[in-house]
């Protein structure tokens, strides 16, 4: 199993960068399972990450990887897969990356139904650049920037991607690793823009200042707070957990066959 995955790693790049304890290996393995299960080819998958901790992961992924800038991700990404469709797009990003600077963005690759997979490592914080309150920070928790406990509402980063019109829609922990494959590989079957959100955590940071223990004890939070979701949606929810699984799913056109379509129709009447 270790050489399959081998295979897509540089392993020239590590040891990597993350702190002991961090969630981000946790979904970057649960990544690569899902590259293996689709069995794509190396050559013709892209990897295009944002800027901060998670988006480390395209360094020592060996693919087509572009690390681009701070919230700019599905920008590249669009780019991209709107010149070569055939592509197989990734897109990496972290919660800050991708609910704050880059919020716009999500709306709007959403919006288009591009056919993008978006992976969001959500540690409801900022990592790299020292621990600062996110858009996905829960209410009440500490931050570098909130010592006192932040006052702003979280986002459901999950609800925005489906308000915005993604038309697959998943979220998993790394507690539930496995899940995180499923969705993923589901996702990029997806002919549209899917948007996986895996909730990973950051004992350095978020876990510090909200006295959440050790990396493991964060891990079993995830597993008391997240709930999975049942066919026939008969879970029941207490204050403050969430559901992971499948959460939307639908179809819409997708937005660079549509726009083939408009060059072919302009070259038809001869334009
Ligand atoms: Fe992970 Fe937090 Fe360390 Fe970044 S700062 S590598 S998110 S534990
Ligand atoms: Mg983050």
Not at 66 to 89: E, M, N, Y
Not at 202 to 222: E, F, H, I, L
């Amino acid at each position: 199993m270790f050489s399959e995955i081998n295979k897509y790693l540089r392993l020239d790049k590590l040891p990597h960068i993350w702190c002991p304890g961090c969630g981000d290996g946790i979904v970057t393995a649960a990544f690569l399972r899902a590259v293996k299960e689709l069995d794509l080819d190396r050559n013709n998958t892209v990897v295009v990450s944002g800027i901060g901790c998670s988006s480390r992961a395209s360094t020592y992924l060996d693919f087509n990887t572009l690390h681009s800038t701070h919230g700019r991700a599905l920008t590249f990404a669009t780019g991209i897969k709107l010149s070569k469709p055939k592509l197989k797009v990734f897109v990496i990003m972290g919660d800050g990356d991708c609910g704050a600077i880059g919020g716009n963005h999500l709306l709007h690759a959403a919006r288009r139904n591009i056919d993008l997979t978006a992976i969001v490592f959500n540690n409801s914080i900022y990592g790299m650049t020292g621990g600062q309150y996110s858009p996905s920070t829960p209410i009440e928790a500490k931050a570098t920037t909130a010592p006192y406990g932040n006052i702003e509402r979280a986002f459901d980063l999950t609800e925005i991607a489906k308000t915005a019109g993604a038309t697959y829609v998943g979220r998993a922990t790394t507690y539930h690793s496995h899940l995180i494959t499923k969705l993923i590989v589901e996702g990029a079957k997806n002919k549209g823009f899917s948007f996986i959100e895996a909730v990973t955590s950051c004992p350095t940071y978020y876990g510090r200042y909200n006295k959440a223990g050790s990396p493991a004890d964060m891990v079993r939070w995830q597993k008391d707070n997240f709930i999975v979701k049942k066919k026939d949606n008969s879970q029941k929810l207490k204050e403050g957990q969430f559901l992971v699984g499948e959460l939307y799913k639908s179809s819409a056109p997708e937005y660079c066959e549509q726009y083939d379509k408009i060059i072919l129709s302009a070259k038809q009447r001869g334009e």
